[in-house]
């Protein structure tokens, strides 16, 4: 069977509860068509490049799919009738990824470059690479 990855983006009022229910009910329409969920993916609540129906920020979640095209076609039909989806998007792909995302992986990395701080910058002090702190009155003399 063709293999696809499904994004869709939920309202952003809407609680992770009723994002994860959005989630189940895709996968509930496409294995009811003998279709298989192979991996979801809840990528959390991102900000847009630019407003969709007066939302600044969306829910992600990714769906890898292993159905025939009719699945497909329903999961689109029964997606765009709901209120709750702002936008989707279905892709067919040679093969599905093992593993985590690159979404995921990205998030992953931001984390590891933080070292593990979350929030946390460092004071100059803490940064071997920068010098001591040069104040307006050490530029006066130049």
Known sequence: MPLYEHVFLARQ?????QVDALAENATAIIESNQGKVTKVETWGLRSL?????KNRKAHYVMLNI???AGVVAELERQTQINED????M???VDELEAGPSVMMRK????????GGRDGDRPDRGDRPDRGPRRDRADFDGE
Do not use: F, H, S
């Open 90 to 92: 279905t892709v067919r």
């Open 49 to 53: 490049a630019y407003k969709i129906a």
């Open 13 to 17: 009022d809407l609680a992770q509860a």
């Open 66 to 68: 292993d159905a025939p």
């Open 107 to 114: 998030g992953d990395r931001e984390r590891e470059r933080r």
């Open 85 to 88: 989806v702002i936008r989707y």
